[in-house]
């Protein structure tokens, strides 16, 4: 024992002058300022084991923007995981993205009738998260008839004579759903792809997404959409929308519920409908994003 550390503390004085460390070995790479040898005789061998922590071990690391590169291995069972930090967040080396551009939550708005439940579950959801289902704001009713393959809701006009995104959100005219990661899991949200939107003559013209990550604030998602002027059940294509641009929206943790929210205005009657609308024959509105 005394003649390795010996020649530990030999190789590590020896080397330092030299502005070089060597493990295992006297000669290190020049390129290496710590070169690593799995072993010295031959016979046995060992790896290179960076720190191990728990996530609120390594949320303790007291790592500022200048100490990018910095590697421990995250113990979280079943996701362990080797993460470096970039300068900003922790980022996930290795296992790589297991499933990239997934299904995170999708819905099926066949069969609906009577503007659907409130809240409505998705039909399909990633075992990564817990997806609430679609609700009603409480300033939306469900009176009279409703389009068939369809999940809305009526009572959107309630600000004569000029409704706006403010008077919509202030008289509570909006749907929401909310994502939140099991743990141990990692979730970016990069996607909803295109929908279709049904409404009545009557029914609120413009709307726009948004997300909050506190259920209180909410961002917009770019700007406010014009639905559309189509009110059969064809309904009135809409675009998909890029969130992968969104920090707020990556690299998501059990700690972080993120809500959705379609706020809608521009109704000119009471009775006036919107809705997600059946346009697919699978799912009709869909969110994707990468887990691991
Ligand atoms: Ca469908």
Redesign the pocket.
């Known amino acids: 024992m005394k003649i390795l550390l010996v020649s530990l503390l030999f190789l590590f004085s020896f080397e330092t002058m030299q502005s070089q460390v060597g493990i295992n070995t006297t000669t290190p790479s020049p390129a290496a300022v710590l070169d690593v040898n799995s072993s010295s005789d031959g016979v046995n061998f060992g790896g290179f084991m960076p720190p191990r922590v728990s996530p609120a071990e390594r949320d303790l690391i007291p790592v500022t923007a200048s100490d990018e590169g910095l590697m421990v291995y995250v113990i979280n069972p079943p996701n362990n995981q080797l993460q470096l930090w970039d300068g900003t967040a922790w980022q996930i080396v290795f296992p790589q993205q297991a499933n990239v551009d997934t299904v995170i939550a999708a819905w099926?708005?066949?069969s609906l009738t009577a503007y659907g439940p409130s809240p409505y579950n998705p039909g399909n959801a990633s075992a990564s998260v817990t997806v609430s289902g679609l609700e009603r704001g409480s300033g939306l009713n469900t009176s009279g008839s409703a389009g068939l393959?369809a999940w809305g809701a009526n009572g959107w006009y309630s600000a004569a004579p000029t409704e706006t995104q403010a008077t919509a959100i202030a008289n509570n005219n909006y749907v929401t759903f909310t994502i939140t990661p099991v743990s141990g899991y990692n979730v970016s949200i990069i996607s909803i792809e295109p929908y279709n939107v049904r409404r009545s003559g009557t029914g609120p013209t413009n709307g726009i997404w948004q997300y909050s990550i506190d259920g209180v604030n909410f961002v917009d998602i770019g700007t406010e959409i014009i639905w559309g002027g189509i009110t059969s059940g064809a309904g009135n294509p809409q675009q998909s929308i890029d969130l992968s641009g969104i920090n707020d929206l990556q690299n998501l943790t059990s700690l972080t519920t993120i809500t959705f929210r379609v706020v809608n205005w521009g109704a000119t009657a009471a009775g006036g409908t919107w809705y997600f609308n059946?346009?697919?024959?699978?799912?009709?509105l869909i969110i994707r994003g990468n887990t691991n």
């Open positions: 099926n708005m066949e393959d059946d346009f697919s024959a699978g799912d009709d």
